[in-house]
């Protein structure tokens, strides 16, 4: 199964007190209700998700075969939703592969961790803008 259902990465920081999760970047009171949440709920949620990993690895991510990068993302089985943006499933694969993403059809001028430290930091400061 390749369709994400959940942006649940199985990395839950929300259980030691954190508004935003270290793993998927969720609120904690998303995550609390997230299967008592409509279909159009949770795509409020993946949209906007979406749109933080785009912001953060717009300037730092180069699709470099669209092609190959959709049937990397398939051929490592990630999961990921048809409609998002392609530099998701780059993020995705960073995440899962670390190194060497050339491979896959993009190049990052950072590394993982770097990427995810400034989507959680931007993720932390829309949840403070939220209250």
């Not at 300037?59 to 409609?83: C, F, G, M, N, P």
Request: glycine share 4%.
């Amino acid at each position: 199964m390749t369709t994400l259902d959940t942006p649940c990465i199985g990395i839950c920081s929300t259980v030691y007190g954190d508004n935003v999760c270290r793993g998927c970047k969720r609120f904690f009171d998303e995550i609390i209700v997230w299967n008592a949440k409509d279909d159009i709920e949770k795509q409020v949620v993946f949209d906007r998700l979406n749109d933080l990993i785009v912001e953060v690895t717009k300037d730092v991510i180069t699709i470099i075969d669209a092609d190959l990068l959709k049937q990397s993302i398939k051929a490592l089985k990630i999961r990921h939703r048809e409609e998002q943006n392609p530099l998701c499933w780059a993020y995705y694969i960073l995440r899962e592969v670390g190194h060497g993403v050339e491979q896959y059809g993009f190049s990052s001028r950072e590394s993982f961790k770097t990427i995810d430290e400034k989507l959680f930091e931007l993720s932390q400061q829309l949840f403070k803008e939220k209250k």
